[in-house]
């Protein structure tokens, strides 16, 4: 099998296998989480109950789409597509949200890490993620009572357009590396990350991966 033929969730199992053999021991973190987040984005991925059909064992959904104007519907509907599936739902940035539809857990933007002390006391078995963008936030969520963080961007990506020119703000394998090595949460690579190139974060630490564009950029999900 060529790097090309990889699948996105092959290169994430890997990570989170590699991530489980040489980590665990240390941190005692990593058994049991998900090797692959799917990030719901209409705008970017129209048809995401079409991509939550094809996850399988070891993936999970974070619903994401802030502005859909019927957000709380449109959660409620991938949220029961996961629920038939057994994938793991979180829902970012509404906590109400979460315990409306039964979510399993939420995923909270950098801004909101402070609000997971209160979250764990009411919630003691979600699973709760952060997004961290540089090593300073990745160390203030290894503080509270966090399961992992999503760090952004790792490679170009449309979701934050300066990376597409400016390659130079994107976290890289060495960014990437330079998180792990801070921080004794599992973290998720984001951002711009597909089949394409997700092979080159093979060996970085991390536990696994989360993709908006990246299922559909390799092609893997064919259109309806």
Known sequence: MTQR???????ANRLNQEYCQNYWQVHKKGQGLPSLFFVTDQQAVPYPEKVISELGQGAAVIFRDYDHPSRAALCAELAK????KNILFLVAGDILLAEKIGAGGVHLPEMMMMQAGDIRRNHPHWMITAACHDINSVKKAA????DAALIAPVFPTHSHAETLTAEQK???RRGVQDMVKASHLPLYGLGGISSLNGHELIGSGLVGLAAIRGFQIAQEIPPP
């Open 170 to 172: 994107t976290l890289g």
């Open 81 to 84: 597509l996961c629920q038939k």
């Open 5 to 11: 033929e990889f699948t996105l969730a092959d290169i």
């Open 143 to 146: 503080r509270l009572p966090i």
